[in-house]
């Protein structure tokens, strides 16, 4: 299992992309081809629980995770998940090990 979720930071090239949703990839039918399509190696950060009030700075989680490069999502998807930002989103697909799993991040043009 991938232990990614919402509000974690998917770190890809130096680069840093706050996770807006991850979900299993429930259409995927298995193959080895899907191996070749995971060309990035990224990490993911998670930032630390709550203490005297204050949250601390984001911490590396993940490191290695296998995935594909980050491509711009389709209208559909995004009204799907509900989300409205004003920046663009990106989705990858990672390998959790036991299964893929869709992440979208949001990509804030700083």
Known sequence: MLDVREGDFLVVGGREYPVRS???WANWRG???MGRLLS???STKR???VSGGKRGAPATHLTGVRCMPLDPVDADLAQRLGLNTPHELLQTVADGGDAFYVLVVEDLKR
């Open 47 to 49: 930032s630390p629980a």
């Open 22 to 24: 991850c979900a299993e």
């Open 40 to 42: 990035v190696t990224a």
């Open 31 to 33: 193959g080895r081809g």
